[in-house]
């Protein structure tokens, strides 16, 4: 004798009572919270539907949330949201955990796997500012003291940040600030400038090539907060004679890594069009010179 088909429509459900130690009642309510946080809001057939549950469960748990705060519902539009409890909660946890403190384990394996010192920087207006570093034993190496500013344009992470702005945006920027030049490497035109962060937009990581200061070059990634903005950098320094043109893309890569996972970390979500901000793609290795 074969069981009933499953009916089309509703998926597998990931709940199980056989989870040991945990409550399906509490695992499918967090679910939901999840699930509505996601997709910034949701009807009840699609939260019924892309979780497995009945409907009739999923609308008592949500009324339940919504009797805490957790979430709530809009009249008007007929679908729920997350609510004011949530993002409490939220805040809470980042008053806890600011991006300096959970980012420093972060950093610190970014520096023993790649040997380089690893820097940690917000962006300002047109500027970033050096909020954290976990400096390499290597005897040459490089240093920013917290509350160092320097240039978008002529920075690893700047440039990180720069290119996961809208071009817009961006121009806006530079009309302010101008495109100082540094050292001869540094980007001082337009074209050129904006040719390097659609480079650095389709890899996932940016490159300072003595473009700051010579002799030194950078690797960035961008962070990114709960709204999908970039708002911080991640990256590795040290002498250009260490950044072999071979050796870069790996780099590259370790440094996107790093960026994902303190994205995740504080809460932050990378934008929907980025599957994951990989260190190289076809094509890209050639590019590195």
Known sequence: MTSPKRPRGRPKSQFRESSAGTLQSLDRALGILRAVSKSDRATLTDLSLSLGVPTATTHRILTTLQKHGFVAFDDERQDWVIGIEAYRIGVSFMNRTGLSTVSRPVMRQLMEKTGETANLAIADGAEVVFVGQVETS??????????????????????????????????????????????????????????????????GWSYDREERYEGMSCIGSAIYDEHQEPYAGVSISGPSTRFDARRVPELGATVARAARDITDLIGGRFPDHIEKPLGTRPGNASQVT
Do not use: Q, W, Y
């Open 138 to 203: 290597n005897p040459i190496r490089a240093f920013f003291a917290r509350g160092t500013r320097t240039s978008m344009h002529a920075s690893g992470t700047g440039k990180a940040i720069l290119a996961a702005l809208p071009e817009e945006r961006v121009r806006k920027l530079l009309m302010l600030s101008g495109l100082a030049s540094f050292t001869d490497a540094t980007l001082v035109t337009p074209d050129a400038l904006f040719a390097d962060l659609a480079e650095t937009r389709a890899r």
